[in-house]
């Protein structure tokens, strides 16, 4: 197969989808490597460190090229022009968040699949899973800097002093991104509260981690009540494929503190808190009903080169196994990874993501 690496055109994203050290194990498979000149320059892989791969200027090139692109990102306005029928594109696309992006896949027949719903044999996500690993670790650094009032915050420091208390943290959703917040935020001296709707979630984290993290089921009246006291509000839950589910409302919100914060890291599956905008790194917040409001949809995009890295660790055995055995094979052998399949054939073939876009959904083995 042709695998084609365009630059990612996201505003303030500079990941790459594959680092130089899997280069070697593509070719040595039979495959061949076409590379946007640039593409890891921002994550730290110079042009030079790509090995035995043809390296090209700008993106037509690369799209004409490639049976599969291989990318970071959802393909932005600009890229749909790229389109081509059966081309294969392999990344992050969190449709239920982007119709517009929905329809073209399904227009142009392309063969959408996404990291974020192939799941693994246990039924974990584990191509979104080190994304949502770097996003929860940073999540706190991210709180930590907008407290401070040279950033417009409350002036509150994270860990406080002893006599100065330290930030109080509500964490919606307890799986990987919650979690490894509420690791970091407790590690920093922050007092933390984790609220999810799964009874053993809570129960495993409350035996690891005792006393250091609280746990909370969540319904709306105790989520109401926790949120009118805390600094800091972190949206991270997940359905997934389908949008995500509005945990934090308006009338949440207008009982909230001036100047607490909320960082709604799931606001690429369209966002857990109502009436949220997407902001971004370089813009990361602004202000509403008092509140600070922080949705940045790419936040390991800051953190590109550790990003890159453990992107491209979990998404390089899929890459091979897509690129050895095709697309039919994938469905007919390894029904998980199948569960990556978005769009084929002109049709919509995740169940939640039809479901949450009001469209028709068809099985892969018809749409096939
Ligand atoms: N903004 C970014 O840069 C970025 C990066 C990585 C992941 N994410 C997003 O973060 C979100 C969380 O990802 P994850 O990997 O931690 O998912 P996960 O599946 O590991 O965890 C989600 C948790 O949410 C809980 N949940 C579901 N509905 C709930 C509800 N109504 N109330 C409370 N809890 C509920 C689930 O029980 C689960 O424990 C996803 O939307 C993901 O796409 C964003």
Same mark, same amino acid.
């Given at each position: 197969m042709i695998i084609g690496v365009p630059k990612e055109v996201k505003a303030d994203e500079k990941r790459? +989808?594959? &680092? %130089? !050290?899997?280069i070697k194990g593509l070719i040595d498979a039979g495959h061949k490597i076409i590379l946007e000149s640039g593409a890891g320059q921002d994550a730290g892989? %110079? !042009? $030079?460190?790509? @090995?035995?791969v043809e390296i090209v200027s700008g993106p037509a090139k690369v799209w004409e090229s490639a049976d599969m692109i291989v990318k970071v990102k959802e393909p932005q306005q600009e890229e749909f022009k790229h389109f081509r029928q059966n081309q294969i594109i392999f990344t992050y696309l969190h449709l239920a968040a982007v119709p517009e992006l929905t329809s073209e896949l399904v227009k142009t027949k392309v063969t959408g699949i996404a990291y974020e719903t192939i799941e693994s *044999? $246990?039924? +974990? @996500?584990p191509l979104l899973e080190p994304m949502s690993e770097i996003a929860g670790r940073l999540a706190p650094q991210i709180a930590a800097r907008l407290l401070q009032s040279d950033f417009g915050g409350p002036g509150k420091l994270l860990g406080g002093v002893p006599g100065a208390e330290p930030c109080r943290f509500v964490v919606v959703g307890g799986g990987t991104v919650g979690l490894n917040a509420a690791f970091i935020a407790t590690s920093l001296g922050a007092r933390v509260t984790i609220f999810d709707i799964n009874l053993d979630r809570l129960r495993s984290i409350e035996y690891r981690y005792r006393g250091s993290i609280k746990t909370m089921l969540s319904t709306e009246e105790k989520l109401t009540d926790y949120l009118t006291r805390t600094d800091v509000a972190i949206g991270a839950v997940l359905i997934p494929g389908a949008s995500a589910p509005k945990v934090i409302t308006e009338k949440m919100i207008n009982e909230m503190n001036p100047l607490s914060l909320i960082i709604d890291v799931a606001i690429d599956q369209g966002g857990s808190v109502e009436q949220i905008k997407s902001t971004t790194q370089s813009n990361p917040t602004y202000i509403k009903n008092d509140v600070i409001h922080c949705a940045i949809p790419n936040i390991p995009g800051s953190v590109a080169h550790t990003a890159s890295t453990a992107l491209s660790n979990a998404t390089y055995g899929h890459i091979l196994y897509l690129a050895n055995n095709g697309v039919e094979n994938l469905i007919a052998k390894n029904k998980p990874f199948a569960?990556? @399949? *978005? &769009? @084929?054939n002109g049709h919509v073939t995740h169940e939640a993501l039809a479901k949450s876009l009001d469209l028709k959904y068809v099985n892969v083995v018809e749409a096939l």
């Amino acid at each position: 197969m042709i695998i084609g690496v365009p630059k990612e055109v996201k505003a303030d994203e500079k990941r790459v +989808s594959i &680092t %130089p !050290d899997k280069i070697k194990g593509l070719i040595d498979a039979g495959h061949k490597i076409i590379l946007e000149s640039g593409a890891g320059q921002d994550a730290g892989f %110079p !042009d $030079s460190a790509y @090995l035995n791969v043809e390296i090209v200027s700008g993106p037509a090139k690369v799209w004409e090229s490639a049976d599969m692109i291989v990318k970071v990102k959802e393909p932005q306005q600009e890229e749909f022009k790229h389109f081509r029928q059966n081309q294969i594109i392999f990344t992050y696309l969190h449709l239920a968040a982007v119709p517009e992006l929905t329809s073209e896949l399904v227009k142009t027949k392309v063969t959408g699949i996404a990291y974020e719903t192939i799941e693994s *044999n $246990s039924g +974990s @996500l584990p191509l979104l899973e080190p994304m949502s690993e770097i996003a929860g670790r940073l999540a706190p650094q991210i709180a930590a800097r907008l407290l401070q009032s040279d950033f417009g915050g409350p002036g509150k420091l994270l860990g406080g002093v002893p006599g100065a208390e330290p930030c109080r943290f509500v964490v919606v959703g307890g799986g990987t991104v919650g979690l490894n917040a509420a690791f970091i935020a407790t590690s920093l001296g922050a007092r933390v509260t984790i609220f999810d709707i799964n009874l053993d979630r809570l129960r495993s984290i409350e035996y690891r981690y005792r006393g250091s993290i609280k746990t909370m089921l969540s319904t709306e009246e105790k989520l109401t009540d926790y949120l009118t006291r805390t600094d800091v509000a972190i949206g991270a839950v997940l359905i997934p494929g389908a949008s995500a589910p509005k945990v934090i409302t308006e009338k949440m919100i207008n009982e909230m503190n001036p100047l607490s914060l909320i960082i709604d890291v799931a606001i690429d599956q369209g966002g857990s808190v109502e009436q949220i905008k997407s902001t971004t790194q370089s813009n990361p917040t602004y202000i509403k009903n008092d509140v600070i409001h922080c949705a940045i949809p790419n936040i390991p995009g800051s953190v590109a080169h550790t990003a890159s890295t453990a992107l491209s660790n979990a998404t390089y055995g899929h890459i091979l196994y897509l690129a050895n055995n095709g697309v039919e094979n994938l469905i007919a052998k390894n029904k998980p990874f199948a569960k990556g @399949l *978005n &769009t @084929l054939n002109g049709h919509v073939t995740h169940e939640a993501l039809a479901k949450s876009l009001d469209l028709k959904y068809v099985n892969v083995v018809e749409a096939l």
